[in-house]
């Protein structure tokens, strides 16, 4: 298992940023089942790793977890037959799942990025999270204002409602919260760090901090299965 992430694999994703099309792709293919092999190795050893404070990385593959690298470009007017950069994410129920979990982007120049939460629930679920938010608000903040998390992934993100959610007064003391569609956190990681001998343990603690954040946006949701 690789434990680093190999330059070349950074190098190939830089290239393919600036050279994004089949005839490339074809001709650099050795380049990128390399690049790929480096990348799920590393996953292998983080999902190793992560057993240690997190369960849901026991009995999952690298292999399982990675996005294709193809683009669907059928709706879209971004023609762009291949993303720019090797995605994966660990979460309950696997890659698909529509739970809270971890990501790790990988991209050149820079663009790398270790992330967390919950993007983009189904409606039952994001109304289960809003009550949540609503119903332990000081809890949520102890989470995401905690010094720590907020040194690494600043303020959370993701997309929010213009108005106020159906059911939740505009003054309510957590509408900043209950208007967001997905909540996520990002910490950006530098390609000197992505090459770095420590990148699997900046990762690790990166998640680790995450934990809290994720097992809260995932409670309600375990309430939802249990009604069922």
Request: glycine content about 6%.
């Amino acid at each position: 298992m690789a434990s680093t992430i190999d330059k070349n694999t950074l190098a190939f994703l830089a290239d393919l940023s600036q050279n994004n099309t089949r005839e490339w792709f074809q001709e650099n293919k050795n380049r990128y089942d390399a690049a790929r092999k480096n990348y799920i190795q590393f996953l292998d050893e983080l999902l190793k790793q992560m057993q240690a404070f997190e369960p849901i990385a026991y009995g999952q593959q690298g292999k399982d977890l990675v996005f294709r690298i193809y683009r669907d470009v059928r709706f879209s007017s971004d023609k762009r037959p291949y993303k720019d950069h090797f995605g994966a994410y660990i979460a309950e129920g696997g890659r698909k799942s529509i739970n809270p979990g971890y990501y790790l982007h990988l991209a050149g120049n820079n663009n790398s990025f270790v992330a967390g939460g919950l993007w983009m629930p189904p409606a039952e679920q994001l109304k289960a999270v809003r009550q949540e938010i609503d119903y332990s608000l000081d809890e949520f903040r102890n989470i995401i204002e905690a010094p720590a998390f907020k040194d690494r992934f600043g303020s959370i993100s993701g997309d929010q409602l213009k108005t106020t959610p159906k059911g939740y007064d505009k003054d309510n003391p957590a509408i900043e919260y209950l208007r967001f569609k997905s909540w996520n956190a990002i910490m950006p990681v530098s390609d000197k760090v992505v090459l770095s001998s420590n990148f699997l343990a900046v990762v690790l603690e990166a998640m680790q901090e995450l934990k809290p954040f994720n097992d809260f946006l995932m409670a309600p949701l375990r309430d939802l299965g249990a009604e069922d």
